[in-house]
């Protein structure tokens, strides 16, 4: 029997695990959502629970490491994180509390846009891409970076985080704390909000990005506005990264890039519009091909191809 990485990917809204063979496949996977509680042990309880779940499934001996992808901020070289979208982990010290869990195999953490970057490069839509930005737009807005063929990291772990760009100087506030962020114009809850606030009649109490979709596809006017400016906030993150790292190719996946139909026309056309200069005019823009399991598939790399997914940028307990 073939050995197995076990993936772990926290998110705002659900943490999701999954046994993944050294090919990319996913054997088994499980999902949780994420609790909200100012308690860290009561927010921790449900990821441990899924974690010793899957390791029951496949035999402890089968498993030859984790690997984990978080919303961010991360925070080296501790392996301790601080999502912007779950107050009560501040400094959180995941990778430790993974490695006590899971004990005698190699732990390794990235940010979640690096993993979805490092899946989508490893087995997906970015295989062949010497330079590539991975981007997840869901909750959040977060990416990664492949340069050269490898992961980049950075010295804190958190190289490529788009949605932390600043699209517009006098924006609408961001949930990092700061104004004009991708993450204020183009995250699911950000796009609901602002539809809300111009006016769309939501078909239910606290309607989602799905909604909003459903929305924009039959013509409502405020749900048609807020997917264009969904997609030039995130054109103007992608040509500003693309210009500073000289990218060939950007994959876009997380929830809201299910509804690619109204999201990539105004993006590409707005990437047109300022991505001017030659080295930019080859920028390719397409949809990841792993859907929600990319996170997953990059936070198998780091166990399981860490000669390009584990270097610089990220934390590690042997």
Known sequence: MSDLALAVDIGG???????????GTVAERG????????????????????????????GTARVVGVGVGSAGPIHLPEGSISPVNI???????????????????PVRLAGDGS????????????????????????????????QAGRMVGGPTGNAGHIGHVVVDLDGVPCPCGGRGCVEAMSSGPSMVAWALDAGWRAPVPAPTGVDLATAARAGDPQACEAFQRSGRALAAGIVSTAAICDLSRVVIGGGVSAAHDLLF???RAAIAEHGRLEFL????????SLGNAAGLVGAAALVLAPEAYAGR???SLA
């Not at 982990?89 to 005698?104: Q, T």
């Not at 080859?282 to 949809?287: F, I």
């Open 265 to 267: 026309p105004p993006l």
């Open 115 to 146: 993993c979805a970057a490092a899946g989508e490069h490893w087995r997906g839509a970015g295989q062949g891409a010497d330079d590539l930005l991975g981007i997840v737009v869901s909750t959040g807005v977060g990416g990664g970076l492949i």
């Open 281 to 288: 005019r080859g920028l390719t823009v397409t949809t990841a």
């Open 87 to 105: 107050p009560a982990w501040r400094r959180f010290p995941l990778l430790h509390r993974l490695a006590e869990l899971v004990p005698g195999v």
């Open 313 to 315: 940028g990220v934390a």
């Open 31 to 58: 999902v949780r959502a994420t609790v909200v509680s100012p308690d860290p042990e009561v927010v921790w309880r449900p990821v441990a629970e899924l974690v010793l779940e899957l390791l029951a499934v496949a």
């Open 13 to 23: 809204t659900k943490v999701a695990a999954a046994l993944v063979a050294a090919d």
